[in-house]
Nanobody, 127 residues
C-alpha cells in the first residue's frame, strides 16, 4: 500500500510563509485525491485543502482561502501546501491524506473519507 512522507514544517513568524510537502511512496500521486488537514492541541482534526482527482480542481476551508494553496508535482509524486500570511492560530500539526480515485465534494472535507495518512509535520507560528 502507499505510504505518505511529509516534510517542511518548522517555526515561522506571524505574516511569514511556509511550504510543506507530501510525497507518495509505493504508488503514483496521480492515482489519488490528496488533501491536507490540521490538528491543534485540544481540537478536532480539521480540513484545510483538497486537490481533487485527477488534479483538475482544488478546494479550501473558508479560513484558508486566499492564504493557502495546494498543488501537485506529478513528476515528483508530491503534493504541496503553500502557506502565506500565517497567523498564530495556524499553529498545528499538519497531516497529508490520500484516497484512491475521486471523492464527491460533500465528503472530501471529512477525515473518514481518507484511507492513508502521513505522520504529520509541526507548524509553529510565533514571534
Amino acid at each position: 500500500q502507499v505510504q505518505l512522507v511529509e516534510s517542511g514544517g518548522g517555526l515561522v513568524q506571524p505574516g511569514g510563509s511556509l511550504n510543506v510537502s507530501c510525497t507518495t511512496v509505493g504508488d503514483y500521486v496521480t492515482s489519488y485525491t490528496m488533501a491536507w488537514f490540521r490538528q491543534a492541541p485540544g481540537k478536532e482534526r480539521e480540513f484545510v485543502a483538497v486537490s481533487t482527482w485527477p488534479g483538475g480542481s482544488t478546494g479550501y476551508a473558508d479560513s484558508m482561502k486566499g492564504r493557502f494553496t495546494i498543488s501537485r508535482d506529478n513528476a515528483k509524486n508530491t503534493v504541496y501546501l503553500q502557506m502565506n500570511s500565517l497567523k498564530i492560530e495556524d499553529t498545528a500539526v499538519y497531516y497529508c491524506a490520500a484516497r484512491s480515485g475521486s471523492l464527491p465534494s460533500i465528503v472530501s472535507v471529512s477525515t473518514r473519507s481518507y484511507d492513508y495518512w502521513g505522520q504529520g509535520t509541526q507548524v509553529t507560528v510565533s514571534s
